[in-house]
Structure formats: C-alpha cells, structure tokens
C-alpha cells in the first residue's frame, strides 16, 4: 500500500465536513508507521523544502475558495501526505500546549515565534531564540541542512520573494545573533558560504514598483539586504564570491536580474553560481503600489501585477535547472515569503496573491521532479514557519466562524484576528523519497488537526535522509 493511501489527509474532506470535525481517520495511521519506518531510513539524492511565511490552514483554504471554488484542490492536498506541524520557538513557554490549545480564542496569540527562530529550528533542528539566526540559545552556531549536503559534495540554494538576506533565507544559511543585521547575514551567503543558488528582492537600485531608483540614504540602506555598497560593486564587477568547491580557487556569482533573465536560466546550460536579484527594492510584488493609497482593501488582482518581477515558480526552475548539474543531489529552501507580509498588513487580497503564486510555484517543482528527477530520489515538503494574522471567518472570536465560499474568483469571507504570528500548527504536506520516513515523526496527536510533527523534525528528517 503506498504511502499515500496509508497517510494522505485530504484536508479540504475535514473542512467540508466540518473545520472543528476530528481529523480523517485515515491521518492517525502516521502514528502507526513510526516503529516500523525507523528499522530503515530511506535515502534522498535530493530535498526540496518549501516554505510559505505565515501560511496557515485558512490560507491554505481561503486559497482554494478563490482559484477553485471549493476546498481540497490544491496540489499538495490531493497528492501529498497531509499533516501539521508545530512552530514554537524556546520564547514560547509550554510550546505548544495539547491542553491549552482550543480552550479559548485567544490562546494562539499569548506567544509566537518569529521567522528566524522558525527556520533556524527547520535549517538545523535545534530550538532557539526569537530573533536569532543559525544559532543556538546560547549563540553558538549549528549547522544547516545547507551546510550538510554541502559536505556530502551535493549543491545548495535559497530562494524566496522577499529580500534575499531576510529572516528565512538567513534562517537557512547564514549565523548571527540577530536577524537585524541584514548586511552581515548578506556577506555572509554571499561571500562565505557555499551555497550555489541565492535568490530574491533587495534590489539597491530598485524601487517596490519595479522602477530604477537613485541610493540616496546616507547610511547606504539600501544596500544592507545585498551586503553594503562595498560587496554591491563586487557582485557588479563580477569578483563576489569565496571557494565554494574547496579546490582553492574562487567560486564567483554570476548576477541575473531581469525577468527575462530569470526565465531564460530556467532551462539550458546555467552557470556554476547564480546571484538572482530581482529588480525590486524588497518583494517581488506585495509592496506594489495600489489603485489608492489603502492597498488593504484590494481585491486580489485589483492592481495588475508587476511585470518585471518574475514569479516564484519561475524563479524555482531557474533555481532547480542550476542545483541539477551536480550528480550528487542538492538541498533547495524556496520561500513565498510575503505570505506574511500581506497578512501582517490584513490585506486579504495581496494575501490570496502570494499564496496563488507559492502554489503555482509547488506546481513548478512538482512538475520538475516528474520530469527531471523522480519521487524515489527527491523530497518534496511544504509547510510554514508559523501562522500569520490569525485568519477565520467573520465574526470570529470568541468562537472559530468558518471562512465563507464565494466562489471561484470571489474574495472569500475571512476575518484578520491578529496583525502578528499566531501558535497554531500549520500546514504540512510531504512527498517523496523518505516521505513515509518523515511523516513517522508526527507522534503527537491535536484533537482538531490530528498528527503533528515538530519544525525541528525537518532538519533531523532531512540529514538522517541525505547521506
């Protein structure tokens, strides 16, 4: 029996039925497979992990309301294993209570983590402190699953649509203290690590509409997501980048900044290195400019998207096409970052964009692997680092209101309870080589999402699996 019918949760089935409904029968059997799957670890040449900042369940579902009419159309809740994760970071006392949680509204917004103690916990599978970066509550650096394939000789990269030295791409690849320091978290992707693909927004030379712009601070900010102004004339003279391969010579980034740019690598010879930086001063698209001055209340669309910023989905083939040349394998961390951004804001509509284009983007990689790779080789997870702005439906709170279906291409009903991070689990879909392994993980059981993992089972699934 495959791993799919053993597992698979169709969570769209739960939420027809009802969204307090216990989850699927057929979701506790991930309990069952944890002693059995243990006695073998499968292996993965490839991991693919996809990470939609801020994406919770109702975005998920307020997603398939918009593109589909109705729940469980997605992709990765037909054809992946279905279950929930936990995003607690050691700022969060009593993690996440199995006690506490469903008792009352606002249980989910006492406590929350951040986005670098949530990837730093994906990227390394040790918990750490809000704010921090690859590191340990006591400062000290612990190794990335990036940094892991790499001493197995595979290739690595990171990719998001917001700036490329923010909390997630860092969470993945970088070390500090803080997560404020974008500048450092920069030099050190871009000049120290060995990663082989870096891309995302923090164009100096860009404004949020896709526009040239002239730096004009005096502190040079707009260069702090691309390293400062020094390591910016390097990428642009061509001279950035430290011995990737170790063989004692420089590894150098090539820079690719068009749309066009993005869309030619996506396929053909790619060069060694990829510095994608999209012609945007922070986000591919939710910063854009509106019809007026409230972009809260656009409906998705409202405002035609920027056409010179490329997709998440194009810029994870650009991505895969360039990890593809090493024979080893590669770990790849894509992330639809703004997610978060649009639901810190409330604006349902940006919101309902970022997930449309980080589903087209799982679309991209699934369809890769089908063709480039297969299932038995590569590891494909979508999840969260945590849930942003507490989405349920109209008149929610105390009570949990369902969102309300409008149809296709109708802004669902939904209801922002928060302008922050929520604990609730999120979403978590797997597929692929060693995803059974992956899925034994969740051993605990919420009585409304049924079987969860940790963030931290990630990185531990992920090096136990690449070997």
């Known amino acids: 029996m495959s791993v799919r019918a053993r597992l698979c949760v169709i969570i769209s089935t739960c939420a027809a039925l009802s969204l307090f409904a216990p989850a699927c029968a057929t979701r506790s059997h991930a309990n069952a497979q944890s002693t059995a799957a243990a006695h073998a670890t499968p292996v993965a040449k490839n991991v693919i992990v996809m990470v939609g900042d801020g994406f919770g369940f109702n975005h998920a579902l307020a997603s398939d309301y918009y593109e589909h009419g109705e729940a469980g159309k997605h992709l990765y809740e037909r054809e992946f294993t279905n279950l929930a994760m936990s995003t ?22 006492k406590a929350s983590t951040d986005s670098a103690a949530a990837a730093s916990a994906m990227s390394t599978g040790v918990k750490t402190k809000n704010g921090a970066i690859g590191v340990d509550v006591d400062g000290k650096s612990v190794k990335h699953i990036a940094e892991h394939a790499e001493e197995l000789g595979k290739s690595s990269g990171v990719i998001t649509t917001v700036p490329i030295s923010h909390a997630t791409p860092a969470g993945f690849s970088a070390h500090d203290a803080s997560r404020s320091n974008y500048d450092v978290l920069a030099r050190q ?60 010579t420089p590894d150098l980034w090539t820079l690719v900044q068009s749309r066009e740019e993005f869309q030619k690598l996506g396929s053909g010879d790619a060069p060694k290195r990829v510095l994608g930086l999209v012609q945007s001063a922070e986000s591919t698209q939710v910063d854009r400019s509106g019809i007026d001055d409230e972009r809260r209340d656009d409906a998705p669309y ?8 490329p997709t998440l989905a194009e810029m994870s083939k650009a991505a895969l ?14 992330e639809g970052g703004a997610i978060d951004w649009a639901s810190h804001a409330n604006a349902g509509g940006r919101m309902i964009e970022e997930v449309s284009d980080f589903n087209r983007a799982i679309e991209a990689v699934a369809e890769w692997v089908s063709a480039n790779s297969s299932w038995d080789e590569t590891l ?27 149809g296709k291409g109708v802004m669902p009903g939904i209801q922002f309870n928060s302008k922050g991070h929520s604990n609730n689990l999120v979403p978590f879909f ?4 060693g995803a059974e392994y992956v899925a034994s993980k969740a051993v605990q059981t919420d009585k409304k999402r049924g079987p969860f993992l940790d963030n931290t089972d990630i990185a531990k699934s992920a090096m136990e699996l690449m070997r």
């Open 302 to 309: 409202q405002t035609p998207l920027l056409e010179t910023s």
């Open 380 to 406: 494909v997870i979508v999840t969260a680092d945590h849930e942003t702005g507490y989405i349920w439906g109209p008149g929610s709170n105390p009570d949990w209101k369902p969102l309300e279906n409008k």
């Open 321 to 334: 096409n360039v990890l593809d040349s090493n024979p080893k394998g590669f770990f790849l961390m894509i």
């Open 189 to 248: 992707m871009i000049l120290d690590s060995k990663l082989d693909v870096i891309m995302g927004g923090g164009h100096p030379l860009f404004d949020a509409d896709g526009k040239p712009r002239v730096p004009s601070s005096a502190e040079g900010k707009e260069y702090r997501y691309v390293g400062g102004q020094e390591t910016w004339n390097k990428i642009l003279a061509g001279s950035a980048g430290g011995d990737a391969d170790g063989d004692g």
């Open 430 to 433: 797997v597929k692929g080589a």
């Open 88 to 109: 607690y970071s050691v700022n969060v006392e009593g993690g996440y209570d199995l006690s506490k949680a469903w008792t009352s509204f606002d249980y989910f917004t």
